[in-house]
């Protein structure tokens, strides 16, 4: 029996396994809300199972003369487990959360001992003083806020292409998060992590140096219903004002891949090449009586973006450095139909990748059965790819979510 197959039956086994828990010893919760939950004996810990998945069918054709070169594909876009609840004391939370589809799973490389990445987030979270929490783990840094919101909880389809290229995804390490109420109304929320660097699941070590992360939110008309700053659309209809705006800043030092824990690693003719990589974010949510409206800003730097062989000589890798620019709104013409809309343009250094801005505009329209947790989602872009063929994009997607 192959590794694959193996994996797959140790992973049936486990769920079997749960399924099986006597249901004296579980309870049901509503739609959305897991597909179980199991509290221990003597109450001393919790875990909710939940499980969700997302369907999606997208074509793409050529759009410089007329639509041309017509494709089309249908896949498991995402398709996972999610496990949370507290262990020892409700000041001991946890989550994990495991990737099953093929695109969860990609990403296989020398630096992952060439494995499935199947686990997305294993960390621990420690409410050890007031209201200071200390997260362990793997799990999403603080970077730009799109990217943060859950795939689960999205306006549109899928994130932007200012989340593809600079977005800072996960890593392994310790964030510490606080936060601060400056007046009645006046929330500040502090986060700084400290992490390897590299991104998830690597298994070689660290290869470069580290990264350091730090993050600072501002609400100030307070908390938005049920997390909204962190989700899609105003679901909640949200009856008062509320704003969230955000400043971060990243720096991986020494980071040996194009997008510091991202993209690929930049060989050279004597091992790998390091560079100081730097990311700014800027980002605001906006939600008032089914409006929404979300703005991010990113930048990418390095000390030195152009990878070198030790005699000097390029070795075609390069930091991809420049700017993205995201505007998003929505609205809610009723309790579960939205119309959205966005606009994004990135512009990567044209010295460096040779090609100039892309712009997409982006059309949606989602219908939400129940929320967030089942829902229909479809979307129109146009991109104009600057020295290459701009493109026509329509996905349609189903999502899923127990």
């Known amino acids: 029996m192959n590794s694959s197959i193996l994996q797959k039956v140790v992973s049936f086994a486990c769920i079997s396994v749960f399924f099986s828990i006597n249901a004296q010893q579980t309870n049901a919760p509503r739609f959305g809300k897991g597909l179980f939950n199991l509290v221990g004996e003597d109450s001393t810990w919790t875990m909710k199972v939940g499980l969700r998945f997302q369907t999606l069918a997208s074509s793409s054709w050529d759009a410089e003369n007329g639509l041309s070169n017509p494709s089309s594909s249908m896949l498991i876009r995402r398709s996972r487990l999610k496990f949370d609840g507290f262990a020892f004391s409700p000041k001991l939370e946890y989550k994990i959360e495991l990737g099953l589809s093929n695109r969860d799973q990609s990403g296989a490389s020398e630096y992952t001992s060439d494995a499935p990445r199947y686990i997305l987030d294993a960390v621990l979270k420690w409410n050890f003083y007031e209201n200071f929490v200390l997260w362990f783990g793997q799990t999403k840094l603080p970077g730009n806020r799109e990217r943060v919101i859950s795939s689960a909880n999205l306006q549109m389809v899928d994130r932007s292409l200012l989340?593809?290229?600079?977005?800072?995804?996960?890593?392994?390490?310790?964030?510490?998060?606080?936060?601060?109420?400056?007046?009645?109304?006046?929330?500040?929320?502090?986060?700084?992590?400290?992490?390897?660097?590299?991104?998830?699941?690597?298994?070689?070590?660290?290869?470069?140096?580290?990264?350091?992360?730090?993050?600072?939110?501002?609400?100030?008309?307070?908390?938005?219903?049920?997390?909204?700053?962190?989700?899609?659309?105003?679901?909640?209809?949200?009856?008062?004002?509320?704003?969230?705006?955000?400043?971060?800043?990243?720096?991986?030092k020494n980071a040996v891949r194009t997008r510091g824990s991202q993209g690929s690693y930049m060989s050279t003719n004597e091992g790998l090449y390091a560079t100081d990589i730097s990311n700014i974010f800027i980002d605001a949510m906006y939600k008032f009586k089914g409006f929404s409206f979300m703005a991010e800003y990113a930048n990418r730097d390095a000390k030195a973006p152009l990878a070198k062989n030790f005699d000097g000589t390029l070795t075609g890798d390069e930091v991809q450095i420049g700017n993205?620019?995201?505007?998003?709104?929505?609205?809610?013409?009723?309790?579960t139909l939205e119309l959205s809309a966005r606009y994004t343009n990135v512009t990567l250094n044209r010295n460096i990748t040779g090609s100039g801005a892309e712009n997409q505009y982006t059309l949606g329209v989602s219908k939400y059965i129940s929320g967030h947790n089942l829902k229909v989602q479809t979307d129109i872009s146009y991109t104009d790819i600057g020295s290459k063929t701009n493109e026509l994009l329509y996905r349609i997607q189903v999502d899923m979510h127990f």
């Open 163 to 252: 989340n593809s290229r600079f977005n800072i995804d996960r890593d392994i390490g310790i964030q510490l998060r606080h936060k601060t109420k400056l007046s009645d109304n006046f929330l500040m929320k502090e986060i700084f992590s400290i992490s390897q660097g590299e991104g998830r699941n690597i298994t070689t070590g660290n290869e470069g140096g580290h990264q350091f992360t730090g993050r600072i939110e501002l609400l100030p008309f307070g908390n938005f219903e049920n997390k909204g700053d962190y989700k899609g659309s105003d679901l909640k209809f949200e009856q008062n004002q509320k704003l969230s705006f955000a400043f971060g800043y990243n720096i991986n």
């Open 324 to 335: 993205g620019l995201n505007l998003q709104t929505g609205y809610l013409i009723s309790k």
